[in-house]
């Protein structure tokens, strides 16, 4: 059960979460990384805690589990590059970490109900 907790710097952050610092460098780590495949165990040394204890601090902190997270910074970052550049569909899976078309359209599907070249389309109406 997760409860807040005030700090002598009264910082208000979740018990059994991962302190402020630690999300943000957590998420930092997985901005500058959305390309590659992340362990739990390359997070969890990042924020010096075990694999264990730190997915369920993660969760605690960012509300869900971090693979789920880190694929949504994905998809996030997907559909600024659909709206903003003029590269291929392909050339924006690749660059987000993708190595087929077909997986990258599967999970931008999965993530906003269009596949990534109707979202173009729909924005360029």
Known sequence: MQTEETNISGTTRIRGGLSARKQGLVAEYIEQHLAEEI???ALANLAKLSPH???RAFRYS???PPHRYHMIRRMNRARDL???STLPVT???VQIGF???SS???AYRRYSGI???EFRRQQLD
Do not use: K, N
């Open 39 to 41: 362990s739990i165990l």
């Open 53 to 55: 204890h730190f997915a």
């Open 62 to 64: 960012f509300g869900l």
């Open 82 to 84: 659909l709206l903003r």
């Open 91 to 93: 050339q924006i899976g």
């Open 99 to 101: 190595r087929e078309t």
């Open 104 to 106: 990258f359209t599967r």
């Open 115 to 117: 596949t990534p070249s």
